[in-house]
Every structure is written in C-alpha cells, then in structure tokens.
C-alpha cells in the first residue's frame, strides 16, 4: 500500500511542479528533491510492502515513507486551495503582485516551510532504506504486471457466468432430499456448517434456485445476517421481501414496527404457506434465538436453512426441530485440482514444469474453494511461467501457523500482495463498506476516480481504464457479482468481496490507516486518518478535532440523519480538503454551507435525503465531478452549476421504486439551466427535464454534450422530437438513453431518421408512439429494450425481431393490437421477455425456431389473453414463466391441461410455473 501512495504522490508532484512553477518559486525546489528521493524509495517499496508483517522495524519504515507521501499530498492541496483562482493569471505583473501581497507571503512561507521539513524527512528515511535492500533484496525489476494493465483473454468479465462449481453434487442433492421431504407440518432447520471459504452459501444458493426446490415452497427469501446485524433492520428487510414475492405493498407502518410486531406480521404470514428461508452466514447463537419465533411451528410446511462457521450454532438451531446438520468438507486432492485447473490454466490441463509447484500450492489451500479460486485467479496471471511461479512459491514461506484461519488470511494476503500498485487502493477501498455490502460499479467507478486511484491511459477515459479495474479484480476472483436483477442497465451491475477477503482488507486497511470506520460504538481517532466512514448510526457528538487530514466522509444506511452540528464539525474543522462527500440519507433539510467550501471537493452525493433545493454556492466547487441528487426533492438545478466546467456525472432522477410497470409517474426529474452545453465534460445525464422555463427546451444543447455516454431526459414535447433525434446523431459515444414524454398520452415525435445512430446498448422509451422509429431496427448493439406506454396499433415485433444482440424486451402499455406473432429465426438471442398490460391482446403465437434461448417470459396483466402461447413447446431452453394478474380463464385451462397431462400439457418440461392473482386485495401465489 505504501507503494501505492508513493505511486499516487509521485505522479501528482510531476504535474504540480510542472504545471505551478511559476507560483512554486522556491518551493518548486524542495517539490522536485522529495519527487526525486521518493522515486528511488518506491523501487523498493514492493518488497518491503510484502514483507513488513515480519518484521517490526521494516514496518515501522514504511510506514514513515506512507506518512511522507500523505504529507506531501497534504501541502500541495493546501497550496492549491490557499491560491485558487489565482493560479490561471499567467501575467508577470500579476505574479508580482502575489509575491509582495503580505497575506500570500506568509502563506508561501508556511507552505515552504512544511515541504522544506518533508525533505529532510525523505533524505533521512532514503538513507536507511540500504539496510533493508541488504536484508531483503529487490524486487526483480518489477513483474510485467506493475508495468501495464493486466488483461484477460477471457473477455469482458462482466458478462461471463461462474464455472461449475466443483464438488457440489454429492452435499447439493443431500440437501434437496431433505428439503423435499413432505411428511410431517410445522418447520425444520437444515444448518450448513463449516470454516469460512469452503463454499456455505455457493452451496446453499445453488439448492435454492434448483427448480426442484422452488417447486415445493410458495414463498423463497434469503438473508445475509453476518456478524454485525440489527434485529429491527433484518424483520424489515424480510418483511419488504415477504411480501415482494407476492407483489404487496409493505404493511403501513412498517417503519414505526417494535421487534414484536415484525415477528408477529412474518409469523402470520408465513402461518398458512409453504416456505423456504435461508439464514445466511449466523455468527451468534443469539441471532438465531431473537428471531425463531417469528416462523410458524406447527400451522406451515417450511424450512430454515442456515449457513454458519459454528458447529454450536448448527446444532442448538437444528436440534429442536428434529431437523439436519450438514458438515461441509474441504474439497478432495483430485477436486482441489479440478477447480485449480479452471482458475489458473482456464479449464486446460496442468503443464507438467508447474506440476511440482502447483502440488504445493493446493496443499497450502488445504480444499477451501476461496483459497483455490483466489490463488488459482492470482497464478493465471503469470502466463505459465515458471520464473513467476517460482517467486510466487517461495512467498508462500516454510513457517505455519497453528491458528487455520491466521493461515488463510496469510494465504489470501498473497493475492493482495500481487496486486499492481494502481490496483491495491481499488480492493482495499471495499473495506470502506460494511461487511456483505454490495455496491455499483458505475458508483464505484466513480469514487475511484474522485479518489486519485485512476492511472490515466492515453486514448481512454479515466471511466473506461476504472472499469478495466473491475474487470480485472474480477478475473483475479477478488471481488464477485451479486445477483442481476431484472433488466441489466449498466448502472445495474453489483459486485461485493467475499467476507473472508474483507476480513483481511480491513485488517490491513486499519494497519495502513487507510479508513476510521464508526459503527455505533465507541470510535478511536487515529491521527492522520484519511477517510471516515459512518455506517448505522455515530453515537454522541462528533470532537472538533482529529480531521485535519480527512479526504473522505461517506455515510450509509444511517438510521437517522446526522445533525447539522455533527455535519458541520465533520466538514469544517479540518483543512478542507475532502474530495469526496457521500452522505446519502444523511442531510435533514438544508445544505450545510461548509459542503460550499471544500474546493478540492470532486465528488458529492445527497442521493436519497429531502433536500429540496440547491443553493447558488454550488458554484464555488470548480473540481466537483460527480453530483448524485438521486431520489432527493430537488425540482430544479440552479444557473451557478454552469460554472462547474469540470463535472462529469450529473443524477437528478427521482423514482418510485416498484415491481413491474405500475405508473406513468413513477419517475420525475429535475430542471436544469438552458445552457447546460457549458459544463462540455459531462458524460452521465440522468433525470434532466425537456420543458424548461420560459416554454424553451435543452434539447439542442444536449447535441453540444458530446463526451455523453448515459441520457436519461424526461417531459418530452411532441414538437421536441426531431430537435432530440438530431441532437442524439451528435452523440457518438451515447451508450444508455431513456426518454420519457411530457405527458402519459403526448405524443413523442421521434420518427425523425438518424444517421448515425449512436452505439447505444440500452433503450428506455416510455410514452406514445404512432409507431417504432426506424432506427432501433439500426442499433445492432442494443441488449436490453423497453416499450413503455408506446400504444403502437401495429405488431411491434415485425421491426423488432432482427436486432442481433437484443437479450432483454419488455412490452408495457405498448401495443393496441390483439396478436403478437414471434417468427421463425426472430430474436436470435433474445434471453428474457416481459409482455405488460397489453389490455387488447388475446393470443400470441411462436414459431418454430423463434427465440431459441429464451429463458423466461413474464405475461402481466393481459386480462384478454385465454391460452398459453401458441408454439411455445418450440421454446426448448425456457427455465420459468410468470403469469401476474391474468384471467380466470387462462388460469383454468392450465389447470386443466396440467390435470389431463399428455399432448394437452405443453408446459411439462418447464421447470418453474408461477400464477399470482389478486384475491380480496392481496396477491395469492401458487405453482404448477
């Protein structure tokens, strides 16, 4: 880590020097000795950064050389804030003036005084660097890896699904036998138990998406409790995806709700269903006793099935059910190397030069899958090369420790370790977020970037080399993606570490004072600390003291917001140099005025507060990048925000969040200053209004934005149309793009040809539609459509179906017609379907060979629709088909057909059928 910050200091003191040096003066001096003296400690830095854990001195050593590069960090933020605006006059008379100012005088002499006392700093520790390179060695010139951006041929990593999981059979079909057993009422607890990474809840979500499983259960939740959970927070959040699953809005009053009242509503809910719930990863045995009796004992057929490290856990929790423990085992010396191979040679055999080698690193894994995967993602670096292989084996070390876990976490820190500097920032920045945290990329791209982790890369963006970042953290199996839920924008897309792997960067996150983390309890300051995060709550008044050096505040699921008082003191007793502010949920009301003073401030985030407005101050952050006002009540944006030339991410969109398509209303957005071509960096858009004051339109502004890659524009006029779509031709880096119309039934004018189309990947359009514009038929990269409130008379299909990457359409008030026809060869790799509301359809009909990967198909209030799809045994790959609120009598005739079987019953090879109908104001779920 210190290698990364040297790295980060080193790059920014050759800009510095290089761009301020007629301000500089003597300074400059002093600047370019430090940045002369770090460059030859940072050669060094790799060794000592891996080998500081065992030796106190050395440790000791590098952290004064991490301290060194934090405080020359701190004076050149200091110089720029104590001179800004001033820097950008070039005149010689100007300069002069500066220099005989006595106010700036003395400013430049605290200022070179504080860089003349880091010199002698780094000469002194430069000095005695030399008695560690004796000791130590160096570091081999540096693998190829530290020299450029790793790269895996497997593509992007973002799109690749996990590979089989080995060795999950024999403990998966176990588990579903016990599951499927259906001789007795009440509930059983099934615990899986055993050390971390051996692949508990792999294992468990496997079991339960198997459709065997969701056969046998009418309602499926799953909980991650981890060792930090809240017993309020977890009833809410099983109470909201209790009733999700069967499309209910959540009880009222569920926010005010005691303990007792949730386990009462769950306990009543679950009374007469069949259910399955997963307790994932239990640390406490009073984690299970505060919740067991919310399930029902004796009225309901269901399952708990608990994921756990403790064998106490997993037996007090079975035992009284009469229910299972399933110990899981490391895996076998033949399936370790099954799993080893497809991590480390792709899926390919072992050459036989790394046989020897890879013999001794599996046995150092000692079958924990976690081990294995992050190991054998480490090695697939290292292109087979022996010499690579050889290092890598002899920093797995002779000496083993007694504790099992001290020795994972040993063999998990060498992935750490082999990490190129510009990554080690990126992966310790996870241990900012709470355990089991997942979080967007498109968020932590950003943050990233706020926070100087981002090497520039010519002929890329500082987004696109962040998002390379992702991609390969995710090659290296260091971080995983969550779940994809439904339609895969992507700002969808989540990622999370293992919580093995957090353990471990938070550890090394406290050591390297990387992040305070205050959770509630007691907090200790450490000096110089670089970043606050607050999760759930901060307890008490917050000192006025100990953030001089603050970078980062970020708040999150805060149960109430933070007082002005606290806020205040957070921002404003420091230096002011935070660059970035995330305090979602954390402002009640206003603003406070010191926000408007952190110049370097880059990043910035109110999402889901009640401010209401943004004052005129916003102006003054010159260096602010990203503005996330997401789901606040700001209506409009002011004209000073004009002046932030430099923003490049601007989110003012307010939703509804719902399940399906339920409201024309359900997204609002913000309005924004005519001009908004002035800030010419923006490259994320979303929630911007159409209609602005004084009856005029941004929409010929948005062609001037041409470094956009994300628009989302709301309020459309009818006469707005052609202006956009010429405006949208301008944009040739446009990946994303929603349009919504003024009003539910205005027409948006959007037939006007485009040539070119943008290279857009996901297309929003929600509002009337006299028919689809020609030119999504041109959008040959799009994945994901949705048709919105179209109302087109005309099948929607015919200009649809040859659109050769589409993966994802949805159809929600879009079509006045009575019959979709999905022809031969149609949407060659169309994956999901979501047919909404289409109030005149009566039939739709698939040919044969159309579709042939579709996996699922929703069918939402279509009240005329009688029979299922005609053709749809052509479908061979579908997985799961939701009918919600359809007639009585489609319902009755799959009823039917599946009672009489044989030819009649066209749905047998589909594994999971679900209706859900409306029964005195509540949604009623069965399977068939």
Aim: proline letters at 3%; one cysteine or more; a neutral charge.
């Amino acid at each position: 880590m210190a290698e990364s910050a040297v790295s980060f200091v080193l790059d920014r003191l050759t800009a510095w020097i290089r761009e301020e040096r007629q301000l500089l003066g003597s300074i400059g001096e002093n600047a370019e000795c430090i940045r002369d003296e770090l460059s030859h400690i940072r050669a060094f830095l790799r060794v000592a950064d891996e080998k500081e854990d065992i030796d106190p001195q050395l440790k000791e050593w590098v952290t004064q050389v991490r301290d060194i590069a934090y405080d020359a960090e701190d004076v050149m933020d200091k110089f720029m804030l104590r001179f800004a605006g001033q820097r950008s006059e070039a005149s010689f008379g100007y300069i002069k003036r500066i220099y005989v100012s006595v106010k700036n005088l003395k400013a430049r002499r605290q200022i070179s005084l504080e860089m003349g006392a880091i010199r002698s700093r780094v000469k002194s520790i430069s000095k005695s660097q030399q008695r560690y390179k004796d000791i130590y060695g160096t570091s081999d010139q540096e693998s190829g890896r530290a020299k450029s951006t790793w790269y895996d041929s497997r593509g992007d990593a973002l799109l690749l699904e996990e590979a089989e999981v080995v060795g999950i059979e024999e403990p998966k079909s176990q588990l579903i036998r016990w599951l499927s057993a259906t001789n007795s009422r009440g509930h059983k607890v099934i615990s899986v138990v055993g050390t971390g990474g051996l692949g508990k809840t792999t294992l468990v979500k496997k079991v339960y998406d198997d459709p065997t499983v969701k056969m046998h259960f009418s309602t499926h939740v799953w909980m991650t409790i981890s060792n930090s959970f809240k017993l309020e927070e977890l009833l809410r959040t099983m109470i909201r995806r209790l009733v999700f699953e069967v499309k209910q809005p959540p009880p009222q009053g569920l926010e005010a709700m005691d303990a007792d009242e949730m386990k009462e509503f769950v306990y009543k809910f679950l009374q007469h269903r069949s259910y399955i719930i997963v307790l994932d990863d239990v640390w406490r045995v009073g984690a299970w006793e505060a919740i067991r009796y919310a399930f029902p004992r004796s009225e309901a057929f269901g399952f708990i099935v608990i994921t756990t490290r403790f064998q106490s856990i997993g037996h007090a929790a079975s035992i009284e059910t009469n229910g299972h423990v399933y110990n899981l085992e490391p895996l076998s010396q033949e399936e370790s190397k099954t799993l080893f191979c497809k991590k480390a040679f792709l899926g390919g055999s072992c050459p036989s030069y790394l046989a020897e080698i890879a013999e001794v690193v599996l046995k150092k894994c000692e079958g924990l899958p976690l081990a294995i995967v992050v190991i054998g993602g480490l090695l697939a670096t290292k292109n087979n090369n022996i010499d690579e292989w050889k290092k890598f084996h002899r920093s797995l070390g002779d000496e083993l420790e007694s504790d099992h876990m001290m020795r994972m976490m040993k063999l998990l820190s060498l992935s750490f370790y082999d990490l190129p500097y510009y990554l080690k920032s990126c992966f310790l920045y996870f241990s900012v977020f709470p355990e089991d945290f997942s979080n967007y990329t498109s968020k932590l791209v950003r943050l990233w970037i706020a926070e100087g982790f981002i090497q520039p890369k010519q002929g890329k963006t500082m987004e696109e080399v962040a998002e390379e970042y992702v991609k390969e953290l995710l090659d290296r199996n260091l971080i995983q993606l969550v779940d994809i839920q439904r339609h895969t924008s992507p700002n969808a897309v989540r990622v999370r570490v293992h919580d093995l792997l957090h353990a471990m960067i938070l550890s090394k996150s406290k050591v390297q004072n990387f992040v305070t983390i205050a959770n509630g309890g007691g907090t200790t300051w450490p000096a110089k600390s670089r970043r606050l995060t607050i999760h759930g709550s901060l307890e008490g008044k917050v000192e006025s003291k100990g953030y001089d050096n603050l970078r980062s505040v970020l708040v999150s699921d805060l149960a109430h917001p933070l007082s002005n008082l606290n806020l205040d003191k957070l921002l404003g007793s420091g230096s002011r140099l935070q660059k970035v502010l995330e305090l979602e949920g954390a402002v009640s009301g206003t603003i406070p005025d010191e926000v408007f003073k952190l110049y370097h401030l880059k990043y910035l985030s109110l999402k889901n507060t009640n401010v209401e407005y943004i004052p005129k101050l916003i102006g003054k952050l010159l260096n602010l990048e990203t503005l996330d006002l997401t789901d606040t009540n700001v209506t409009e944006l002011p004209v000073e925000i004009l002046r932030l030339r430099r923003l490049r991410h601007l989110l003012v969109y307010w939703r509804k969040r719902r399940r399906g398509c339920q409201l024309f209303d359900d997204v609002r957005g913000c309005k924004a200053p005519y001009r908004i071509a002035c800030l010419s960096s923006l490259q994320t858009l979303l929630g911007i209004e159409a209609t602005q004051a004084k009856d005029t339109t941004i929409v010929k502004e948005i062609g001037k934005l041409t470094q956009l890659k994300k628009l989302g524009i709301i309020k459309l006029r009818i006469e707005d149309g052609p202006d956009l779509c010429i405006s949208l031709t301008k944009l040739t880096g446009l990946h994303e793009l929603h349009i919504t119309s003024n009003q539910e039934d205005e027409i948006m004018d959007l037939q006007y040809p485009m040539s070119p189309t943008p290279p857009i990947t996901y297309l929003q359009l929600k509002g009337c539609l006299e028919k689809v514009p020609q030119w999504i038929a041109s959008l040959h990269g799009l994945t994901t459509l949705l048709l919105r409130w179209s109302r087109i008379n005309d099948d929607p299909l015919e200009s649809l179906q040859y659109l050769p990457n589409l993966l994802e359409l949805e159809l929600c008030h879009a079509y006045e017609g009575d019959g979709l026809c999905f022809k031969a060869a149609g949407f060659e790799k169309l994956k999901k379907i979501w047919l909404i509301r289409l109030s005149r359809l009566r039939c739709v009909k698939v040919e044969k060979g159309s579709m042939p990967f579709l996996q699922e198909l929703y069918m939402w209030d279509c009240k005329l629709v009688e029979e299922v799809p005609s053709g749809i045994e052509h479908l061979t790959n579908l997985e799961c088909i939701d009918f919600t609120d359809m007639s009585e009598g489609l319902v009755t005739t799959l009823e039917k057909q599946k009672e009489e079987g044989g030819d009649q019953w066209k749905l047998a090879n589909i594994p999971k059928i679900e209706i859900y109908s409306l029964s005195d104001g509540e949604w009623q779920a069965r399977r068939l």
